[in-house]
């Protein structure tokens, strides 16, 4: 993208709204509980999110997978799973501001991972600001001054398998069109779910269904603003904004649910984030291929 067609203004706009959507999606998520498991719950979020693959069929017919692709799709379901499941865990055990800011692990774990397996050089200024996000990470969880509950522990390797679908992602991205790997992605992911969300099967209500499906409908607008933000600028305009999720989730739990404001969980996820944000500015000075992914990139 060149600087004269680059709109930040525009990217800004898409982002606030990516921001917005994804905020309504661990609401939602939060207000619907542990009334259905959360492996259910993940499920039906995705089978009732399969009607928006329909523009994506034609171009899923016409791709030949080859056997090493299925390979990669299906292990980049078993990630994604998992890490769906982890995240509706800890939605429903510890507060909605500690979740988004332990969501932004996610990248810093990529960047981890595209060092150790797709052979990125990982320079001292990286390593530096991996430090940074791990001490963000810590003035979050306080080990030894607070419980560090079992929602926590579920954030932190939910942020280890979204990274690794993500880093999956990035391969079959050279290989396969963008709608076919999106498209795998929530076929292999509902499959995934579906023999844990039978195994403690509740039937779920009306009201259950209906905000299970607006959590599908939010995650997918989320996905597509984001896209639209991203054509509009580049990563280093879009990602500093993914801060205003963490004041979206502080206010919203505060008001809404009566989470108390936790000082330390805004400083911690600031740090993160400043991290995340340090090294995709770096990527994109050093003008090479980008493989840190914005924080919302990763989201279910």
């Given amino acids: 993208m060149t600087a004269a067609s680059s709109r930040p203004l525009v ?14 999606v661990t609401a939602l998520v939060k207000y619907l509980g542990d009334g259905v498991p959360p492996a259910q719950a993940a499920f039906l979020r995705y089978l009732l999110g399969i009607g928006f693959l329909l523009p994506m069929l034609p171009a899923v017919r016409a791709a030949h997978v080859t056997r090493r692709q299925w390979w990669l799709f299906s292990l980049r379901g078993v990630f994604h799973t998992g890490g769906v499941i982890l995240w509706f ?30 052979g990125e050089r990982l320079a001292l200024r990286r390593i530096a600001a991996i430090v940074v996000a791990l ?24 942020a280890i398998t979204f990274s690794g679908s993500y880093l999956l992602a990035k ?34 209500t009306g009201a259950e269904l209906g905000l299970l499906f607006l959590v599908a409908c939010f995650a997918t607008a ?27 989730a502080v206010l919203l739990g505060a008001i809404v649910f009566a989470e108390p404001v936790d000082v330390w969980v805004i ?23 980008p493989i840190t992914p914005p924080s919302p990139a990763t989201k279910l």
């Fill in 89 to 118: 865990y800890a939605m429903t055990r510890i507060p909605i501001a500690e979740v988004t800011a332990m969501n932004y692990l996610a990248p810093v774990y990529v960047s981890i991972g595209a060092a150790i397996f797709l």
């Fill in 222 to 248: 989320g996905h597509y603003t984001m896209t639209m933000a991203f054509a509009a600028a580049p990563v280093t305009v879009t990602q500093p904004v993914t801060f205003l999720q963490l004041v979206w």
């Fill in 171 to 204: 391969i079959m991205a050279d290989e396969a069109k963008p709608a076919v790997v999106v498209a795998m992605l929530s076929i292999f992911v509902t499959i995934g779910l579906a023999p844990f969300a039978l195994a403690n099967w509740v039937t779920p």
């Fill in 267 to 289: 400083l911690g996820g600031t740090l993160i984030l400043a991290s995340v944000t340090f090294i995709t500015w770096r990527e994109a000075v050093l003008k090479r291929r």
């Fill in 11 to 24: 990217a800004i706009f898409w982002m606030l709204v990516t921001g917005f959507c994804f905020v309504a």
């Fill in 135 to 158: 001490i963000g990470t810590a003035v979050i969880l306080r080990p030894g001054f607070r419980e560090v509950a079992p929602g926590h522990i579920a954030m932190l390797f939910c």
